[in-house]
């Protein structure tokens, strides 16, 4: 079977179906497509000659909640603080640098999605004043932009605000990029999308450089050459409610990785457990996904790799955080009640499993762990990996929800790698090269 990433679409697969050369062309195409996305140049290449003075064009994810009361207040400030050490790099070495970022999803200038009230808490972490402009393009920027002085930080407004963002527009990647002398993208959470700013601005700059900021190559780093070439015996936990959002990362940890265990929790797992002809009472089950789950446990098998379902699981009379609750065996799940996290022999197991790893991704909760009578599960996986951590196994976290309960426990700084990358980083686990990353110049060292 080929590899998933480097599988032809049906339109590719007939396009070249008069030439076998063709296809393999194809082929190799994906394959170094793949390659490229792991050795990017990142902004720590570049010395004082190359950025003293140079107007830089840095893409940086500010979508950041505000208080609906008081916009001057930041509840959570992670992503401001994440970008500093890039901006600080391009300050210290002389450069004029113009921070770029969409923040949530306006539907053109609506002032509560302005980047303006970032302005004073970034100003305070950089140590400098951070202007603001009125607008990312237009006259009035690129004269703003001629008066940054060397050091100077200059904040452009939402990028959202122009409908252009959502879409490739030649028009406004070109106003972008006339605003700057190189490229940086810090912002790998975006780096899915072909939008102005992630793949127009740089692939409109070269040949002048384009490179990966700090926490993008960091990202890289883990997520790529790690988790492809990882510390042995390699374990993932991969957990959330549905198997249709992590089939393809399941499948590509199974066929293309160096997987050797794999520990599935949450939701998805009674899919897995009809798919065997167990009754799940009333919880949730992907009916189109029990023969992709059935195909998942095959390849398992095929490819030598342990993949370990919960034994117990914690049911729950109704979804809600008063449930009334229990723990079963999954062969004795009642009718109308349903699983809402693993159990206590399923925590203990996976525990065992885990103790000879040298390597852990953990993507998705292992329960509904919003609620505390269901997070027993999530929160002693985040514990165990803390624990490894400390011991000196790798351990990466990423998905939304993974990263929200590491947050919530407080073991987040205790985890080699938290990826901030959301959809980004499940494209990347399924094999799917980013377009924003592939706009970037290659690492040729």
């Known amino acids: 079977m080929l590899h998933a990433q480097f599988q032809l679409s049906k339109q590719e697969w007939e396009e070249s179906s008069h030439s076998r050369h063709t296809w393999w062309n194809l082929l190799e195409r994906r394959r170094l497509q793949l390659h490229r996305v792991m050795n990017k140049k990142c902004v720590g290449s570049l010395k004082e000659e190359d950025l003293k003075g140079k107007r830089v064009f840095l893409r940086v994810d500010l979508n950041v909640p505000l208080n609906d009361k008081n916009y001057n207040d930041i509840p959570d400030d992670t992503k401001l603080r994440?970008?500093?050490?890039?901006?600080?790099?391009?300050?210290?070495?002389?450069?004029?640098?113009?921070?770029?970022?969409?923040?949530?999803?306006?539907?053109?200038?609506?002032?509560?999605?302005?980047?303006?009230?970032?302005?004073?808490?970034?100003?305070?972490?950089?140590?400098?004043?951070?202007?603001?402009?009125?607008?990312?393009?237009?006259?009035?920027?690129?004269?703003?932009?001629?008066?940054?002085?060397?050091?100077?930080?200059?904040?452009?407004?939402?990028?959202?605000?122009?409908?252009?963002?959502?879409?490739?527009?030649?028009?406004?990647?070109?106003?972008?990029?006339?605003?700057?002398?190189?490229?940086?993208?810090?912002?790998?959470?975006?780096?899915?999308?072909?939008?102005?700013?992630?793949?127009?601005?740089?692939?409109?700059?070269?040949?002048?450089?384009?490179?990966?900021?700090?926490?993008?190559?960091?990202?890289?780093?883990?997520?790529?050459?790690?988790?492809?070439?990882?510390?042995?015996?390699?374990?993932?936990?991969?957990?959330?409610?549905?198997?249709?959002?992590?089939?393809?990362?399941?499948?590509?940890?199974?066929?293309?990785?160096?997987?050797?265990?794999?520990?599935?929790?949450?939701?998805?797992?009674?899919?897995?457990?009809?798919?065997?002809?167990?009754?799940?009472?009333?919880?949730?089950?992907?009916?189109?996904?029990?023969?992709?789950?059935?195909?998942?446990?095959?390849?398992a098998k095929e490819n030598g790799i342990s993949l370990i379902l919960p034994g117990d699981v914690v049911i729950a009379d109704k979804f809600s955080a008063g449930a009334n609750s229990k723990v079963v065996p999954v062969s004795k799940i009642p009718h109308n009640w349903m699983g809402l996290d693993i159990g206590p022999d399923a925590i203990a197991s996976f525990s065992a499993a885990l103790d000879t790893s040298k390597t852990i991704i953990w993507y998705g909760p292992m329960g509904v762990f919003e609620y505390d009578k269901f997070a027993a599960g999530t929160e002693s996986i985040a514990k165990k990996l803390a624990e490894l951590g400390g011991n000196g196994v790798t351990t990466i976290i990423t998905g939304g929800e993974s990263v929200a309960a590491v947050e919530k426990v407080g073991l987040a700084d205790k985890m080699s790698h938290v990826s901030m990358g959301g959809f980004a980083s499940k494209e990347l686990l399924e094999g799917i090269p980013l377009s924003g990353v592939l706009a970037l110049d290659d690492d040729d060292a």
Do not use: W
């Not at 603001?132 to 004269?143: E, L, M």
């Open 82 to 299: 994440a970008v500093v050490p890039t901006i600080e790099y391009l300050m210290q070495r002389g450069s004029r640098v113009i921070l770029a970022s969409h923040r949530g999803s306006p539907i053109g200038i609506t002032p509560k999605y302005s980047l303006k009230p970032l302005a004073p808490k970034l100003s305070k972490l950089l140590g400098v004043e951070v202007k603001t402009a009125n607008d990312c393009i237009g006259h009035q920027v690129a004269y703003m932009v001629r008066e940054i002085p060397e050091g100077g930080v200059l904040l452009l407004e939402n990028l959202r605000f122009h409908t252009e963002e959502r879409f490739l527009d030649d028009e406004f990647a070109n106003k972008m990029a006339s605003l700057a002398d190189l490229y940086v993208n810090h912002d790998f959470g975006s780096a899915h999308r072909s939008s102005p700013s992630i793949q127009g601005v740089p692939d409109r700059l070269k040949p002048k450089p384009t490179v990966a900021g700090f926490l993008m190559k960091r990202e890289l780093r883990y997520l790529t050459e790690v988790v492809k070439n990882p510390l042995m015996p390699f374990a993932a936990i991969v957990g959330g409610s549905k198997l249709s959002t992590k089939f393809g990362v399941i499948e590509n940890l199974l066929e293309n990785y160096k997987v050797n265990l794999l520990l599935l929790g949450g939701g998805l797992i009674f899919t897995f457990y009809k798919a065997q002809g167990y009754s799940v009472g009333s919880s949730l089950v992907e009916d189109v996904m029990l023969d992709p789950a059935k195909s998942l446990i095959e390849k």
